[in-house]
């Protein structure tokens, strides 16, 4: 495991997403029941996953409205078998840190 510290623990705000760059990745860290963290591009047509609108554990691209589960990465609509990748997320007394 290599845990690299993203953001402060205040930077993302509750029921909200925000996109990270970590060794030259993506990654969106969704702060929603706790941090969860997918990669940041949908895999349709390369969208921006963070800003999208969150509903419970469902996160919607803003660019063509697919949706995923922010907890397990998976496609809730069209295409059952695609899976974006998560990483482990701590909220540490320094800040957030991701797994990667």
């Not at 990483?87 to 320094?94: C, F, L, N």
Request: with cysteine.
């Amino acid at each position: 495991m290599v845990w690299k510290k993203v953001a402060k623990k205040d930077s993302i705000a509750s029921g909200k997403g925000r996109e990270f760059t970590v060794d030259d990745k993506k990654i969106a860290i969704f702060n929603q029941n706790g941090y969860h963290a997918i990669d940041g591009i949908c895999v349709h047509q390369d969208g921006h996953i963070a800003p999208g609108k969150l509903d419970g554990d469902i996160v919607e691209c803003p660019l063509h409205l697919w949706h995923y589960n922010i907890k397990t990465g998976e496609l809730i609509d069209y295409l059952k078998d695609v899976k974006m990748q998560t990483y482990k997320v701590e909220a540490r007394q320094d800040g957030i840190y991701i797994d990667i």
